[in-house]
């Protein structure tokens, strides 16, 4: 069994900063793609940005040049440094990791619980 955990969000000012972790924990293998997802109110949950082992990103349009995505690969852990937030940044944040439990598994994809993210104008 595979277990995210994240922290860090919280209530911010527009304009103001927040860093969110995700540690991933249990029968782990290999983590590959890692990356975080939010859901903002009566949205669908949309990616933000993912982050390959080897460091390759993709970020989301919306907060390219404000969110920078970092992993520390000997924790399996993903963190998201959030600058410049505007109130429409404001929702639930998920991470997510791709992992495999064994050499020859298949790559499953697990969650966290979710963190809310509230940025005030």
């Known amino acids: 069994q595979v277990q995210l955990v994240e922290s860090g969000g919280g209530l911010v000012e527009a304009g103001g900063s927040l860093r969110l972790s995700c540690a991933a924990s249990?029968?782990?293998?290999?983590?590959?793609?890692m990356g975080w997802y939010r859901q903002r109110p009566g949205k669908q949950r949309e990616l933000v940005v993912q982050?390959?082992?080897?460091?390759?990103?993709n970020y989301s349009d919306s907060v390219k040049g404000r969110f920078t995505i970092s992993r520390d690969n000997a924790e399996n852990t993903v963190y998201l440094q959030m600058n410049s937030l505007r109130p429409e940044d404001t929702a639930i944040y998920y991470c997510?990791?791709?992992?495999?439990?064994?050499?020859?598994?298949?790559?499953?994809?697990?969650w966290g619980q979710g963190t809310q993210v509230t940025v005030s104008s």
């Open positions: 997510n990791a791709d992992v495999t439990i064994r050499q020859s598994s298949p790559v499953f994809r697990y």
């Open positions: 982050i390959t082992s080897a460091d390759t990103t």
């Open positions: 249990g029968s782990i293998f290999s983590t590959k793609v």
